[in-house]
Protein backbone atom coordinates (compact mmCIF):
# COMPACT_ATOMS: atom_id res chain seq x y z
CA UNK A 1 0.00 0.00 0.00
CA UNK A 2 1.57 3.41 -0.95
CA UNK A 3 2.03 6.16 1.84
CA UNK A 4 0.11 9.12 1.48
CA UNK A 5 0.32 12.32 3.43
CA UNK A 6 0.29 16.23 2.66
CA UNK A 7 2.31 17.65 0.43
CA UNK A 8 3.19 20.55 3.17
CA UNK A 9 1.97 22.22 5.97
CA UNK A 10 -1.32 24.53 5.70
CA UNK A 11 -4.70 26.06 6.21
CA UNK A 12 -7.52 26.59 3.98
CA UNK A 13 -11.16 28.48 5.35
CA UNK A 14 -14.85 27.70 4.72
CA UNK A 15 -17.73 29.17 5.78
CA UNK A 16 -21.23 27.31 6.59
CA UNK A 17 -24.43 29.80 7.35
CA UNK A 18 -21.72 32.40 9.35
CA UNK A 19 -19.45 29.48 11.13
CA UNK A 20 -16.01 29.81 10.06
CA UNK A 21 -14.28 26.75 9.67
CA UNK A 22 -10.72 26.82 9.30
CA UNK A 23 -8.88 23.34 8.79
CA UNK A 24 -5.04 23.22 9.34
CA UNK A 25 -3.16 19.99 7.78
CA UNK A 26 0.03 18.91 8.81
CA UNK A 27 2.70 15.85 8.81
CA UNK A 28 2.89 13.80 12.01
CA UNK A 29 4.64 10.50 12.50
CA UNK A 30 3.08 10.06 15.68
CA UNK A 31 -0.15 10.69 18.54
CA UNK A 32 2.51 13.24 20.75
CA UNK A 33 3.25 15.43 17.37
CA UNK A 34 -0.47 15.49 16.19
CA UNK A 35 -1.14 16.69 20.08
CA UNK A 36 1.84 19.26 20.52
CA UNK A 37 0.29 20.26 16.23
CA UNK A 38 -3.85 20.19 18.09
CA UNK A 39 -2.27 22.53 21.24
CA UNK A 40 -0.49 25.22 18.75
CA UNK A 41 -3.79 25.64 16.94
CA UNK A 42 -5.15 25.98 20.41
CA UNK A 43 -2.78 28.48 21.57
CA UNK A 44 -3.15 30.40 17.80
CA UNK A 45 -6.61 30.91 17.62
CA UNK A 46 -7.64 31.07 21.65
CA UNK A 47 -10.87 32.76 20.72
CA UNK A 48 -12.17 30.33 18.69
CA UNK A 49 -15.14 28.18 20.39
CA UNK A 50 -14.06 24.66 19.25
CA UNK A 51 -10.56 23.14 17.96
CA UNK A 52 -11.68 19.60 16.95
CA UNK A 53 -9.26 17.47 15.84
CA UNK A 54 -8.20 13.97 13.64
CA UNK A 55 -5.11 12.18 12.99
CA UNK A 56 -3.81 8.62 11.38
CA UNK A 57 0.06 8.56 12.53
CA UNK A 58 1.94 6.38 13.90
CA UNK A 59 -0.09 3.40 13.31
CA UNK A 60 -3.14 4.98 15.53
CA UNK A 61 -6.35 6.92 14.65
CA UNK A 62 -7.76 9.29 16.91
CA UNK A 63 -10.93 11.82 16.72
CA UNK A 64 -11.84 14.66 19.00
CA UNK A 65 -15.18 16.83 19.23
CA UNK A 66 -13.86 19.46 21.37
CA UNK A 67 -17.18 20.50 23.23
CA UNK A 68 -19.75 19.65 19.79
CA UNK A 69 -22.08 16.90 19.59
CA UNK A 70 -20.49 13.70 19.94
CA UNK A 71 -19.45 12.22 16.18
CA UNK A 72 -20.16 15.49 14.45
CA UNK A 73 -16.68 16.87 14.23
CA UNK A 74 -13.83 14.28 14.94
CA UNK A 75 -15.56 11.39 13.36
CA UNK A 76 -16.03 13.13 10.14
CA UNK A 77 -12.61 14.79 10.10
CA UNK A 78 -11.04 11.22 10.03
CA UNK A 79 -13.52 9.66 7.88
CA UNK A 80 -12.14 12.37 5.12
CA UNK A 81 -8.29 10.82 6.08
CA UNK A 82 -9.66 7.47 5.65
CA UNK A 83 -11.32 7.76 2.76
CA UNK A 84 -8.14 9.72 1.20
CA UNK A 85 -5.71 7.07 2.12
CA UNK A 86 -3.65 9.81 4.20
CA UNK A 87 -1.08 8.48 7.16
CA UNK A 88 0.94 10.36 9.19
CA UNK A 89 -1.61 13.24 8.94
CA UNK A 90 -3.19 15.58 11.47
CA UNK A 91 -6.33 17.62 10.52
CA UNK A 92 -7.36 20.75 12.96
CA UNK A 93 -10.64 22.33 12.58
CA UNK A 94 -11.01 25.71 14.25
CA UNK A 95 -14.63 26.76 14.53
CA UNK A 96 -16.07 30.38 15.11
CA UNK A 97 -19.97 29.84 16.28
CA UNK A 98 -21.98 32.31 13.49
CA UNK A 99 -25.12 32.45 15.17
CA UNK A 100 -27.06 29.64 13.39
CA UNK A 101 -27.04 26.41 14.71
CA UNK A 102 -26.45 24.17 11.83
CA UNK A 103 -28.05 20.79 13.78
CA UNK A 104 -25.58 17.22 14.12
CA UNK A 105 -25.92 16.84 9.92
CA UNK A 106 -24.96 20.24 9.07
CA UNK A 107 -21.69 19.42 11.63
CA UNK A 108 -20.98 16.52 10.37
CA UNK A 109 -21.12 18.03 6.69
CA UNK A 110 -19.52 21.11 7.52
CA UNK A 111 -16.42 19.62 9.39
CA UNK A 112 -15.99 16.88 6.65
CA UNK A 113 -16.18 19.66 4.14
CA UNK A 114 -13.25 21.74 5.99
CA UNK A 115 -11.47 18.97 5.78
CA UNK A 116 -11.78 17.75 2.40
CA UNK A 117 -11.44 21.57 1.10
CA UNK A 118 -7.93 21.24 2.66
CA UNK A 119 -6.98 18.33 1.54
CA UNK A 120 -7.61 18.92 -1.96
CA UNK A 121 -5.91 22.30 -2.15
CA UNK A 122 -2.91 21.65 -0.19
CA UNK A 123 -2.81 18.57 -1.85
CA UNK A 124 -1.11 14.91 -1.11
CA UNK A 125 2.00 13.27 -1.78
CA UNK A 126 3.20 9.77 -1.93
CA UNK A 127 6.56 9.12 0.27
CA UNK A 128 7.99 5.96 -2.00
CA UNK A 129 10.97 4.24 0.02
CA UNK A 130 14.34 4.76 -1.51
CA UNK A 131 17.69 3.11 -1.11
CA UNK A 132 20.25 5.89 -1.03
CA UNK A 133 23.33 4.50 -3.18
CA UNK A 134 26.66 6.14 -2.77
CA UNK A 135 28.33 6.07 -6.24
CA UNK A 136 32.14 6.44 -5.84
CA UNK A 137 33.67 7.90 -9.49
CA UNK A 138 37.14 9.30 -10.77
CA UNK A 139 37.10 13.20 -11.23
CA UNK A 140 37.69 12.14 -15.42
CA UNK A 141 34.15 10.61 -15.40
CA UNK A 142 31.68 12.08 -12.90
CA UNK A 143 30.66 14.93 -14.52
CA UNK A 144 29.21 13.16 -17.38
CA UNK A 145 28.48 10.08 -15.16
CA UNK A 146 26.16 12.71 -13.15
CA UNK A 147 24.30 13.71 -16.41
CA UNK A 148 23.91 10.16 -17.13
CA UNK A 149 22.38 9.29 -14.04
CA UNK A 150 19.70 12.64 -13.99
CA UNK A 151 18.90 11.35 -17.53
CA UNK A 152 17.58 8.32 -16.53
CA UNK A 153 15.11 9.94 -13.69
CA UNK A 154 17.58 9.07 -10.76
CA UNK A 155 17.40 11.55 -8.24
CA UNK A 156 20.72 12.77 -6.90
CA UNK A 157 20.89 13.63 -3.19
CA UNK A 158 24.23 14.46 -2.90
CA UNK A 159 27.94 15.18 -4.47
CA UNK A 160 31.40 15.63 -2.24
CA UNK A 161 34.59 15.61 -3.98
CA UNK A 162 37.83 14.03 -2.23
CA UNK A 163 40.19 11.17 -3.37
CA UNK A 164 37.69 10.08 -5.82
CA UNK A 165 33.97 11.60 -6.24
CA UNK A 166 30.63 10.67 -4.29
CA UNK A 167 27.83 10.68 -6.19
CA UNK A 168 24.20 10.07 -3.76
CA UNK A 169 21.79 8.52 -5.77
CA UNK A 170 17.94 6.82 -4.75
CA UNK A 171 16.72 4.09 -6.23
CA UNK A 172 13.93 1.91 -5.20
CA UNK A 173 14.99 -1.08 -3.46
CA UNK A 174 13.59 -3.33 -6.56
CA UNK A 175 15.54 -1.70 -8.81
CA UNK A 176 19.06 -2.03 -7.04
CA UNK A 177 21.00 -4.94 -9.04
CA UNK A 178 19.32 -3.00 -12.53
CA UNK A 179 21.02 -0.03 -10.99
CA UNK A 180 24.02 -1.73 -10.68
CA UNK A 181 24.30 -3.52 -13.78
CA UNK A 182 23.46 0.09 -15.43
CA UNK A 183 26.16 1.78 -13.79
CA UNK A 184 28.57 -0.98 -14.99
CA UNK A 185 27.34 -0.28 -18.51
CA UNK A 186 27.76 3.38 -18.46
CA UNK A 187 31.29 3.14 -16.88
CA UNK A 188 32.87 0.19 -18.65
CA UNK A 189 33.19 -0.97 -14.70
CA UNK A 190 35.08 2.33 -13.54
CA UNK A 191 32.60 3.11 -11.17
CA UNK A 192 31.09 1.11 -8.37
CA UNK A 193 27.67 1.76 -6.21
CA UNK A 194 27.50 1.27 -1.73
CA UNK A 195 24.37 1.15 0.00
CA UNK A 196 24.49 4.49 2.37
CA UNK A 197 20.88 4.52 3.78
CA UNK A 198 17.31 4.91 3.02
CA UNK A 199 15.57 7.76 2.80
CA UNK A 200 11.57 8.68 1.20
CA UNK A 201 11.05 10.43 -2.70
CA UNK A 202 8.04 12.90 -2.71
CA UNK A 203 5.99 11.85 -5.63
CA UNK A 204 2.63 13.96 -6.22
CA UNK A 205 -0.78 12.78 -6.35
CA UNK A 206 -3.23 13.93 -8.85
CA UNK A 207 -6.80 15.72 -7.29
CA UNK A 208 -9.56 13.45 -7.14
Known amino acids: MPLLTVKTEGEVEIEVRRSRFLCALARVSSDAEAQDFV ?3 RALH ?3 RHTC ?3 IAGGHEKGY ?3 EPSGTAGAPMLQVLRRRELTETVAVVTRWFGGIMLGAGGLIRAYGSAVTEAVD ?3 VVELRP ?3 LT ?3 DHAHAGRLENDLRGLGHEVRDIRYGAEVAIDVCVPEPD ?3 FVARLTDLTGGRAAARESGRTFVEVPIPSR
Request: charged share 35%; glycine share 8%.
Open 121 to 123: TIG
Open 65 to 67: DDG
Open 39 to 41: ARR
Open 46 to 48: ASA
Open 53 to 55: SAW
Open 135 to 137: VDV
Open 130 to 132: MLV
Open 176 to 178: RDR
